[in-house]
């Protein structure tokens, strides 16, 4: 069973993500702020992490860059997933290591076929 | 709403549809008149769907028609649809074709059911990426589509977020895309590479030229066995020898053609052969 971490302060979104992710048989983890998200990886594996931008305590952004400068366990497939939709903040993501983006409003295809893009459908 | 008479009504939306497309609604499918028809009939103010066959059978706006079959028409779509199948597409099977038009370095395909032109915006994607393989190579790519409205969005290569979040990786939406407010515009280079035009592939006999692949995917499925066999007819015709078909992953050539074989390492493509 693949691993998803779901890092975003709405609880509404989580639940969203996790109801999809269940479906697809991931075991679920979730993060309310990249503060959490990062104590999270060093407990668990996981394959991928959907990520949102815009958390307090701690951007996706600023997870996103220390995650990837840790020294162990820094592989995971990020899905950004956030209202910031714009080029600048996409190619900003891809620069800093995302595997993937998804801008929201998203749906169950859309999800789907972001994990299949990134190996881990 | 009268049961009985509704039935009618669907059937003779059915009937409509496959005398000008070709493309069949088997009665367990008629929910999905009744689910694409209810965006019009609320625009024009109708109660039901057999007032609007009433209002289409008396000839009283010509344009009620085509916009109901138009809707009608399934046009679901997306980037780099069944990404198995896209990769040996894209791989082995381009690799062939390659091979055969060393010398001739041209390279045709058609996307034979385009729909809103992902599948067509795709290969010629495709292509870019492998730029180094096809340098030098007189690249076309025909797009075509049974619904005028398709083609006409197609020519556009605006799409939606919705559609963009499809099948797309991120990195090539960044690359080929530019952002046109909320929607994503194809790069002008990639349209350059695709021709759309309105197609049958049913009833137009007009010769669209020989090709070294066509895509016809998910489309045959909706035909009539003899409307099948037309179309394979079509492809036969239009396929240069050697060249390659790629259907849908559940979709067979089976006895329609006696000129196209399987590609046994290649599920869902099939060759066709020099007789």
């Known amino acids: 069973m693949k691993s998803c971490l779901i890092v975003d302060d709405s609880k509404v979104i989580r639940k969203v993500a996790r109801h999809i992710l269940e479906t697809m048989n991931f075991e679920v983890h979730e993060a309310c702020d990249g503060q959490e998200a990062l104590n999270s990886c060093l407990e668990n594996k996981h394959d991928v992490i959907l990520l949102d931008w815009n958390m307090p305590i701690m951007s996706g952004m600023d997870f996103l860059k220390k995650y990837r400068l840790s020294e162990n366990n820094n592989d995971a497939k990020v899905i950004f997933c956030t209202t910031e939709n714009g080029i600048g903040h ?11 983006y998804v801008m929201k409003p998203f749906d169950r295809t859309t999800l789907e076929s972001k994990l299949q893009i990134v190996g881990c459908s | 709403m009268n049961i009985h008479s509704s039935a009618k009504s669907f059937e003779i939306l059915s009937n409509l549809l496959e005398e000008r497309t070709g493309q069949t609604l088997s009665p367990e499918r008629h929910w999905r008149i009744q689910t694409s028809l209810q965006p019009i009939m609320r625009e024009h103010s109708i109660p039901d769907i057999d007032t609007l066959v009433s209002v289409i059978l008396s000839n009283a706006n010509r344009g009620l028609e085509t916009d109901c079959l138009e809707a009608i028409l399934n046009n679901e779509s997306c980037f780099f649809r069944d990404q198995a199948s896209f990769a040996l597409l ?15 370095k041209r390279l045709r395909i058609w996307c034979s059911a385009c729909s809103f032109g992902q599948e067509a915006v795709s290969m010629a994607i495709a292509l870019s990426e492998n730029f180094q393989k096809w340098n030098g190579w007189n690249i076309e790519i025909l797009g075509s589509d049974v ?64 090709f070294d692949l066509i895509l016809c995917r998910n489309m045959l499925m909706y035909l009539s066995e003899d409307n099948r066999l037309k179309a394979f007819q079509n492809i036969e015709k239009a396929l240069n020898p ?34």
């Open chain 1, 90 to 100: 996409i190619q900003a993501a891809i620069s800093a290591g995302a595997d993937e």
């Open chain 2, 90 to 104: 894209t791989g082995p099977v381009l690799d062939a074709i390659r091979q055969n038009k060393e010398k001739e």
């Open chain 2, 147 to 210: 619904s005028n409205q398709a083609i006409n969005r197609a020519k556009k290569g605006l799409y939606s977020q919705f559609e963009v979040q499809r099948g797309l990786p991120i990195g090539l939406l960044v690359k080929y895309f530019n952002q046109v407010d909320q929607d994503w515009q194809v790069d002008q280079k990639i349209m350059n590479m695709i021709q759309y035009r309105n197609y049958n592939l049913v009833s137009d006999n007009k010769f669209v030229g020989k």
């Open chain 2, 242 to 275: 050697n060249a390659y078909l790629m259907m849908g992953s559940a979709e067979t050539v089976a006895s329609y053609s006696s000129k196209l074989e399987p590609c046994q390492d290649y599920r869902g493509f099939y060759k066709r052969n020099l007789t």
